[in-house]
């Protein structure tokens, strides 16, 4: 079965607490590992999780301010300490490149050439391309701008459609064993009678499955549009109702506007993080019933080193 989780490696915002690390997320999708915007403290906590340097094909920064990226020096680091040997993309707003630079390089150490930059900008941004030698079919990498005080970009991962074969269709178009895979790989063959089958006949679409990741921002289309029917969505939710002034003047979510979010755009399961340190345990359940007024699918309140499933495929 394909293992595809998310491991919550920080979840606090500007400060960390002491149950709340700084951000940091790890989403292990198949052979892909995708980190998020890796706050202070993130090497360690990664090493709390089980997770490896060698783990890490992209890393994606959604902005620039400290606690979305301080820990990038000590994860690229790592990966030239561990000698990695496959090529780990590192995704980031071009508008902040100047600071990628520097914490690219922070410190003097022996460095790798296995980090393949790619900067976003502008309305829309789609990567393709896997990192080499991972073994990771296609997984297609959009970024989209969202309305925060410095740039900003949220990130949706896709995996394309693909087909699920009928076998009562197969079986009454004639068609058995190898052509099968002919079928599926060519989207034709001649069955053993010389007809020509086609894909459509014989198989109907399987969804692909969708991961989003909105960090800091006010509530805004892009929002929506990174989150359009996810799977499994991550997403700030800094503050509750009764900051929601302090909300909209650092532009921030509250709970109910990840819940909003979530509602419109149709997902399925969604992460809130990203929480204020003037918040206190007894506050989580705040958080999620704010949250529930406006999203009536699965809620998690993330905490440090959960485990999070991306749900079972549609059928």
């Not at 068609?175 to 053993?192: F, M, S, T």
């Not at 939710?237 to 990840?258: G, I, K, P, R």
Request: net charge negative; charged share 25%; proline share 4%.
């Amino acid at each position: 079965m394909s293992a595809r989780e998310l491991v919550v490696l920080g979840s606090s915002s500007a400060v960390p607490t002491k149950r709340r690390n700084h951000n940091g997320y790890f989403l292990r999708w198949d052979s892909h590992g995708i980190l998020f915007d890796p706050g202070e403290g993130t090497q360690r906590q990664m090493r709390y999780a089980g997770l490896s340097a060698h783990d890490i094909t992209r890393i994606c920064v959604t902005h620039f301010h400290g606690d979305h990226c301080l820990g990038v020096p000590g994860v690229v680091q790592r990966i030239a300490r561990d000698k990695v040997g496959h090529t780990v993309h590192a995704v980031f707003p071009w508008e902040g490149e100047e600071y990628w630079r520097r914490l690219r390089h922070a410190t003097a150490f022996s460095d790798t050439d296995v980090i393949a930059e790619q900067p976003v900008v502008g309305e829309e941004t789609v990567l393709t391309g896997e990192p080499e030698g991972t073994g990771s079919g296609e997984l297609i990498v959009t970024a989209r701008p969202l309305r925060h005080r410095l740039p900003t970009y949220g990130y949706r991962l896709a995996e394309p459609d693909g087909s699920r074969m009928l076998p009562e269709r197969l079986a009454a178009r004639g068609v058995h064993g190898p052509a099968i895979r002919r079928l599926l790989e060519d989207g034709q063959v001649r069955n053993a009678a010389g007809d020509l089958v086609h894909l459509e006949e014989c198989a109907e679409t399987r969804r692909g499955q969708v991961f989003a990741f909105i960090m800091d921002t006010a509530a805004c289309a892009n929002a929506v549009r990174l989150a359009q029917d996810a799977d499994l969505l991550v997403i700030e939710s800094t503050y509750l109702e009764s900051e929601a002034a302090l909300a909209a003047d650092y532009a921030h979510l509250t709970a109910a506007e990840a819940g909003r979010i979530a509602a419109e755009a149709g997902v399925r399961r969604m992460v809130l993080t990203h929480i204020s340190e003037r918040y206190e345990p007894a506050d989580d359940a705040r958080f999620l019933a704010e949250a529930g007024a406006e999203f009536d699918g699965d809620i998690v309140l993330a905490a440090d080193l959960q485990r999070v499933a991306v749900p079972r495929r549609r059928r």
